[in-house]
């Protein structure tokens, strides 16, 4: 069965460093993707990076990176100089081949100013 | 590309009421998943389909749960009767390719009182 965990219900981080946020993930299929999701409080879902399983170099979007860990199954994504704007709710999403997209429980992120 | 579009935004409904939730998907895509989101279980997959063929509806909680895709663009998620419990918001998504991240709708927000 695939499952994707995410362990930190809230994080917090002060404006202009770094955080990472932890995702681990459980399957069988060598072929599969992984997605970040940022929830602001407005509730809309905005897709902001992907990894899939046979890329050989983490993907980078701006200031979002995923740092993938293929043998220990997990896909943290870091955020580099955090904003005000970056506080939300964060999701980590797996998809195995054409099946369905499993979401992980959410990690709510404050970013202090 | 409008997006994935959601209706109505909002519904409120008395108990026993059937409520029918729409969704019209991005030209092109040919995924289509329902999510229920609440506080206490999180993102919630109900059903998926692809190329207009329910795929996964093992999420749907009960009976009273319905979801057709009549052609290639658009889908219904109907809940007859309604209760209390099905208070949540009701996700549409959409995608291209397996490696291609959802589009989500903004979602309805689902009120049985």
């Known amino acids: 069965a695939q499952k994707i965990t995410q362990t930190q219900p809230g994080m917090f981080v002060q404006e202009k460093e770094a955080v990472t946020l932890d995702c681990t993930y459980d399957t069988s299929d060598p072929s599969y993707g992984l997605f970040w999701y940022k929830q602001p409080s407005s509730g809309e879902m905005i897709f902001l990076i992907y990894?899939?399983?046979?890329?050989?170099q983490n993907a980078t979007e701006g200031r979002y990176s995923l740092n993938f860990q293929k043998a220990r199954k997990s896909a943290n994504l870091v955020i580099s100089a955090s904003q005000l704007g970056d506080s939300a709710m964060y999701f980590c999403a797996m998809r195995v081949g054409n099946n369905d997209m499993r979401f992980g429980a959410g990690t709510r992120l404050t970013v202090k100013p | 590309d409008a997006g994935v579009i959601q209706s109505p935004r909002h519904e409120v409904t008395e108990m026993g009421q059937e409520v029918t939730l729409r969704c019209k998907l991005i030209?092109?895509?040919?995924?289509l998943f329902w999510y229920r989101q609440t506080m206490m279980r999180g993102l919630e997959l109900l059903i998926y389909?692809?190329?207009?063929?329910?795929?996964?509806d093992s999420g749907m909680p009960e009976d009273r749960f319905s979801a057709k895709m009549p052609n290639a663009s658009f889908s219904t998620l109907k809940i007859q009767p309604s209760e209390p419990r099905d208070s949540a918001v009701y996700f549409c998504?959409?995608?291209?390719?397996?490696?291609?991240?959802?589009?989500f709708g903004n979602g309805t927000r689902l009120t049985v009182t």
């Open positions: 030209s092109g895509h040919n995924s």
């Open positions: 389909f692809n190329n207009n063929v329910p795929i996964d």
């Open positions: 990894q899939g399983s046979y890329d050989q």
């Open positions: 998504a959409s995608s291209r390719t397996p490696n291609s991240p959802l589009h």
